[in-house]
């Protein structure tokens, strides 16, 4: 039995892998990586903080694994990978777009206090 399904595993694994294999298949394969170095990327930030942080690469490996996985799943004609990727890359470019308006307001708040002498 254990034999059985070892090789019924196998056999599924060389045909996913191996026999399906084609360029759309790496490309998916490639976004799958970028997304998952995100998190990579959010624990050395955070142990390096020792704190809980969400450091803005994470952002930008979000909308690069998420841009090619959407690419891959319009491809391959994968729904489920088409909706959920479609409303992560708005979240995504959305919090880059707070990161962004957040850092604008700090910076005219010290260029506020610095041409008021405080």
């Known amino acids: ?5 070892s090789q019924d595993v196998g056999g599924y694994l060389y045909e996913v892998f191996i026999e399906k ?3 759309w298949l790496a490309l998916g394969l490639l976004g799958q990586a970028l997304f998952s170095a995100r998190f990579l990327v959010q624990w050395i930030a955070s142990e390096r903080a020792g704190r809980s942080v969400v450091p803005v690469a994470f952002w930008f490996f979000s909308i690069g694994g998420g841009l090619i996985t959407l690419v891959y799943g319009l491809i391959q004609r994968e729904p489920v990978i088409i909706l959920g990727q479609s409303l992560s890359l708005f979240i995504y470019a959305r919090n880059l777009m707070l990161i962004v308006k957040e850092r604008r307001r700090g910076k005219r708040q010290a260029g506020g206090d610095t041409a008021t002498g405080e």
Request: aromatic share 12%; proline share 0%; no cysteine.
């Open 1 to 5: 039995m254990l034999i059985t399904l």
């Open 21 to 23: 294999f084609s360029i």
